[in-house]
């Protein structure tokens, strides 16, 4: 989606603006706000090829996007509005969540090492809020902590953050005010810092994604996360998408691939890609030095980490990528449900659907069967497992999706290619001639004979 067909609009209207750095921003800065660009589409935008300021690669949000900004006397200046907002979770579910610009994750902030930024921060939620920039080096002022290191921002009410980029890495903002509450609800949002120069420990890649996990707890039928939950989530999501709802990472056979990772859940995930190895060359510290780094299949994101991956895209093909915590790659309606492997559930269902008419009876062969049931769900919710691939059910939900790996992929194409077509020969298949022969076991061993010789009176000796 290009930048220049989002929605636009201004929060001007006789607001108070609030200067965190009042002496870096002058009151005719602080009255010619930028105007704040707002999305409302979940889809994944192309990546914002910077019109102005240092050149950079810029990366791919997962459907998510790249905050435009405008250059004010060699300043990047964004406008960030923090207000509720509807995210649709997947095809058949939206959340009433709170983020920024009109979604939640917010937009992706990229800059360039060395950048002067300043951010506008216009709070349209119910209550006070900040934001923290979480890993940068910054003016303990701008660290963004409400009640240490500035005041709350009032509802109605701007703030301006102001500071240098000072290191290239991978980042995040959310609050510190009431952070249970705002996190919960969504509050959250990336940051790429782009090298200015050619740097040892970053290599050139083709294609950078980035997304943050975060999980929600919605009960089937309604539609605002309960903020007290401690950990018994139902909703595990990548930027606020639950599969089938998130897209594909589409990439160019050869193709060098970024992956950035960041955990704003209350738990750990160890985030897994099949038919690559791939190293971590990055953390919220910055890049990894090469002689750190080993090939892994699985690395763990632990809570308020950030992780970068690269590997080389030289299997072709579509590539499952996923959480590896099973509970995780599935939606809502997870928790409390009866093991019934076993038990023949014939004659059952319609007397105990006429005392509880929404009793679904399931998991008498495997939790599988939900994938095949048909039963009615609540409004507002998302099957337990979902999701068609070209050979049936996928079985999959929440931390899942495909890693799209194609020799006619353009340079620079994100677009979704498509189910890969197998080549002949190269698929499992049922077999259906003669079972092969058991392999004969081998020979028992010959057990060892022992000879055992009584010591005699000469053997003896006295010590």
Request: include cysteine.
């Given at each position: 989606?290009?930048?220049?067909?989002?929605?636009?609009?201004?929060?001007?209207?006789?607001?108070?603006?609030?200067?965190?750095?009042?002496?870096?921003?002058?009151?005719?800065?602080?009255?010619?706000?930028?105007?704040?660009?707002?999305?409302?589409?979940?889809?994944?935008?192309a990546?914002?090829?910077?019109?102005?300021?240092?050149?950079?690669?810029?990366?791919?949000?997962?459907?998510?996007?790249?905050?435009?900004?405008?250059?004010?006397?060699?300043?990047?200046?964004?406008?960030?509005?923090?207000?509720?907002?509807?995210?649709?979770?997947?095809?058949?579910?939206?959340?009433?969540?709170?983020?920024?610009?009109?979604?939640?994750?917010?937009?992706?902030?990229?800059?360039?090492?060395?950048?002067?930024?300043?951010?506008?921060?216009?709070?349209?939620?119910?209550?006070?809020?900040?934001?923290?920039?979480?890993?940068?080096?910054?003016?303990?002022?701008?660290?963004?902590?409400?009640?240490?290191?500035?005041k709350?921002?009032?509802?109605?009410?701007?703030?301006?953050?102001?500071?240098?980029?000072?290191?290239?890495?991978?980042?995040?903002?959310?609050?510190?005010?009431?952070?249970?509450?705002?996190?919960?609800?969504?509050?959250?949002?990336?940051?790429?810092?782009?090298?200015?120069?050619?740097h040892?420990?970053?290599?050139?890649?083709?294609?950078?994604?980035?997304?943050?996990?975060?999980?929600?707890?919605?009960?089937?039928?309604?539609?605002?996360?309960?903020?007290?939950?401690?950990?018994?989530?139902?909703?595990w999501?990548?930027?606020?998408?639950?599969?089938?709802?998130?897209?594909s990472?589409?990439?160019?056979?050869?193709?060098?691939?970024?992956v950035?990772?960041?955990?704003?859940?209350?738990?750990?995930?160890?985030i897994?890609?099949?038919?690559?190895?791939?190293?971590?060359?990055?953390?919220?510290?910055?890049p990894?030095?090469?002689?750190?780094?080993?090939?892994?299949?699985?690395?763990?994101?632990?809570?308020?980490?950030?992780?970068q991956?690269?590997?080389?895209?030289?299997?072709?093909?579509?590539?499952?990528?996923?959480?590896?915590?099973?509970?995780?790659?599935?939606?809502?309606?997870?928790?409390?449900?009866?093991?019934?492997?076993?038990?023949?559930?014939?004659?059952?269902?319609?007397?105990?659907q006429?005392?509880?008419?929404?009793?679904?009876?399931?998991?008498?062969?495997?939790?599988?069967?939900?994938?095949?049931?048909?039963?009615?769900?609540p409004?507002?919710?998302?099957p337990?497992?979902?999701?068609?691939?070209?050979?049936?059910?996928?079985?999959?939900?929440?931390?899942?999706?495909?890693?799209?790996?194609?020799?006619?992929?353009?340079?620079?194409?994100?677009?979704?290619?498509?189910?890969?077509?197998?080549?002949?020969?190269?698929?499992?298949?049922?077999?259906?001639?003669?079972?092969?022969?058991?392999?004969?076991?081998?020979?028992?061993?010959?057990?060892a004979?022992v000879?055992?010789?009584?010591?005699?009176?000469?053997?003896?000796?006295?010590?």
């Amino acid at each position: 989606m290009s930048h220049s067909h989002l929605p636009r609009r201004a929060f001007l209207g006789g607001a108070a603006f609030t200067a965190v750095a009042a002496a870096s921003v002058s009151r005719v800065a602080l009255a010619a706000l930028p105007e704040p660009v707002i999305q409302t589409s979940a889809a994944t935008a192309a990546p914002l090829v910077p019109p102005n300021g240092r050149p950079y690669q810029p990366v791919v949000t997962l459907n998510g996007w790249t905050c435009p900004w405008r250059m004010n006397n060699g300043v990047k200046e964004f406008h960030l509005v923090a207000e509720p907002v509807e995210r649709e979770i997947a095809p058949g579910m939206v959340a009433r969540l709170w983020g920024y610009n009109g979604q939640s994750p917010g937009p992706t902030i990229e800059v360039v090492e060395g950048d002067r930024v300043r951010i506008f921060v216009t709070n349209k939620l119910p209550e006070h809020t900040t934001i923290h920039w979480h890993g940068q080096r910054l003016p303990n002022g701008m660290d963004g902590v409400g009640g240490l290191n500035q005041k709350q921002i009032p509802v109605g009410k701007t703030f301006v953050y102001e500071f240098e980029a000072r290191r290239p890495g991978t980042f995040m903002y959310h609050p510190h005010a009431d952070e249970m509450v705002q996190m919960a609800m969504g509050m959250m949002g990336f940051w790429v810092t782009h090298p200015k120069a050619k740097h040892p420990h970053i290599a050139d890649v083709q294609r950078d994604f980035c997304f943050l996990l975060n999980a929600f707890d919605i009960e089937p039928g309604a539609s605002v996360p309960k903020i007290n939950t401690m950990l018994d989530f139902n909703l595990w999501t990548w930027n606020s998408r639950a599969f089938p709802g998130i897209d594909s990472l589409n990439v160019r056979l050869g193709d060098r691939v970024r992956v950035r990772v960041g955990n704003l859940t209350m738990t750990n995930h160890p985030i897994h890609i099949h038919g690559h190895e791939f190293e971590v060359t990055g953390t919220d510290g910055g890049p990894t030095p090469p002689g750190s780094r080993w090939p892994e299949v699985t690395t763990d994101v632990a809570v308020g980490q950030m992780r970068q991956l690269e590997f080389v895209a030289d299997e072709e093909g579509d590539w499952a990528m996923h959480c590896h915590k099973s509970h995780h790659t599935m939606n809502a309606m997870g928790h409390d449900v009866p093991t019934l492997i076993g038990v023949n559930h014939q004659g059952l269902v319609r007397p105990l659907q006429r005392a509880a008419p929404d009793y679904m009876v399931m998991g008498e062969r495997g939790m599988a069967d939900m994938g095949e049931m048909q039963m009615e769900l609540p409004d507002n919710t998302l099957p337990m497992m979902t999701g068609q691939g070209p050979y049936g059910p996928i079985e999959m939900g929440g931390m899942f999706t495909t890693l799209k790996v194609r020799r006619e992929q353009k340079p620079g194409d994100h677009s979704d290619p498509g189910w890969f077509q197998q080549p002949p020969g190269t698929q499992a298949f049922e077999w259906t001639g003669a079972p092969p022969a058991a392999a004969a076991a081998p020979p028992a061993p010959t057990p060892a004979t022992v000879n055992v010789r009584k010591p005699g009176a000469g053997d003896h000796k006295h010590h």
